[in-house]
């Protein structure tokens, strides 16, 4: 069982930054596929980005944040990072981090293939 926490939202400006953060549990972390999602009101969640585990530490991005959004892992806290640079009206979003193990490379951006979820947390970007 993995539970995961986010947190970092808040409000910001256009052109602004933040940083999430995603917390777990569990000793096994480092095997995990860590991904990030996010769903704005009145639309379908969306595969933000995602990390490989078991030691291959990919990194795979939506084209939307490519180039803006970079996700950074330490196992030894269980914590998986989303740093956001040039922020825009479009980011705004609640924004979930998601944990499965064993995700095939054509599955990462599927939200299905993975187990775990956090609570979310809102990003709203707006002057």
């Known amino acids: 069982q993995v539970q995961l926490i986010e947190s970092g939202g808040g409000l910001v400006q256009p052109g602004g930054s933040l940083k999430l953060s995603c917390v777990a549990s569990?000793?096994?972390?480092?095997?995990?596929?860590v991904g990030w999602f996010r769903q704005a009101p009145g639309k379908e969640r969306e595969f933000v980005g995602a990390?490989?585990?078991?030691?291959?530490?990919?990194?795979h991005y939506a084209d939307s944040v490519k180039g803006r959004f970079t996700i950074s892992r330490d196992n030894a806290k269980n914590t998986v990072a989303l740093q956001m640079n040039r922020l825009n009206p479009e980011d705004t979003a609640l924004y979930y981090c998601?944990?499965?193990?064993?995700?095939?490379?054509?599955?990462?951006?599927?939200?299905?293939?993975?187990?775990?979820w956090g609570q979310g947390t809102q990003v709203t970007v707006s002057s």
């Open positions: 998601a944990a499965g193990q064993s995700i095939i490379l054509s599955m990462i951006r599927t939200e299905t293939a993975y187990t775990y």
């Open positions: 569990g000793r096994t972390f480092s095997r995990y596929t």
């Open positions: 990390v490989r585990g078991l030691g291959g530490n990919t990194y």
